[in-house]
């Protein structure tokens, strides 16, 4: 449910295009069999209307090393693993009903744990979706931003029920009162050697 493919799927037509873009989900999630997915959260905030995704992975340069040493708890890559957050956000520019009208904005990587890498992210190096999209609205005639839809089927005090375009359903549940994103600025540089101890003391 993140907002980045929610867009790429309102850019597509229904029929072929949509199944195209089905199909390259699926490869993106192939792509993922070897990294450990985190936490995945999606934050809705008020002042300004904005919806954020926070998708945090961890992959290390061993692949499958965790089937043989499962008390690691990662995707391998002794010495060190890599980590961060994929966060992408969209402005909320109208609600209407259970719909909320969604405008895609940026795409970023938080909270990385490689130096000097973590440096150049901090210091705004991201995918700035609106603004490509109004070099391409100036560019091809006929072209929009794509404002995709997300639909609330369901909400009480500790479940949101949600729908996209295609009827997709998506269940959170609400963890915290934040209605802010998560501030990754704290998250250490380390390559995940602190982890990488803390599992070796458990062995002595």
Request: net charge negative.
């Amino acid at each position: 449910s993140s907002p980045f493919f929610m867009a790429g799927r309102a850019t597509c037509s229904e029929g072929t295009e949509a199944q195209r873009f089905d199909a390259f989900c699926d490869l993106h999630r192939a792509a993922l069999a070897i990294s450990e997915i985190g936490q995945v959260r999606q934050i809705i905030s008020y002042d300004p209307p904005r919806l954020t995704s926070e998708f945090e992975v961890r992959a290390g340069a061993v692949p499958f090393l965790s089937d043989a040493v499962p008390f690691l708890r990662y995707s391998g890559g002794l010495p060190a693993t890599i980590e961060g957050a994929i966060v992408s956000s969209a402005s909320i520019e109208e609600v209407s009903d259970s719909r909320l009208t969604l405008l895609m904005d940026t795409v970023e990587i938080k909270g990385s744990n490689v130096p000097l890498l973590r440096q150049a992210l901090d210091a705004g190096l991201r995918l700035e979706s609106r603004q490509l999209g109004a070099v391409l609205t100036r560019a091809l005639p006929g072209y929009a931003n794509p404002t995709p839809g997300f639909i609330v089927t369901y909400v009480d005090d500790t479940l949101r029920l949600s729908r996209d375009q295609d009827g997709k359903l998506f269940v959170y549940t609400k963890v915290s009162e934040a209605t802010e994103p998560t501030d990754y600025s704290l998250y250490a540089m380390d390559l995940g050697l602190a982890s990488l101890a803390n599992a070796l003391r458990k062995l002595t």
